[in-house]
């Protein structure tokens, strides 16, 4: 593929969402799981991954709304 022909960014909706899609892979479709980085390393940190803090960038302001409740 010629790059002016890649996809250089792709939309990102309602990320702050957890949720579940389908998609296809090798030819079979399968259920795929949406959650933020936030969402993992919060359980990673809870069974004691040695990481004292993190903090997921944000969207510029009005660019994206998080809902509340966000994270585990």
Known sequence: MADEERIL???VDRYYYEREGEAGFLG???IKYH???TA???VLLKD?????????L???SGKCE??????R
């Open 40 to 42: 993992h390393l919060k």
């Open 35 to 37: 959650r933020t980085l």
């Open 58 to 60: 944000a969207a510029a």
């Open 28 to 30: 079979e479709r399968v």
């Open 48 to 56: 004691s991954l040695g990481i004292e803090d993190f903090v997921e």
């Open 9 to 11: 960014y792709f939309p």
């Open 66 to 71: 998080r809902p509340s409740g966000n994270g």
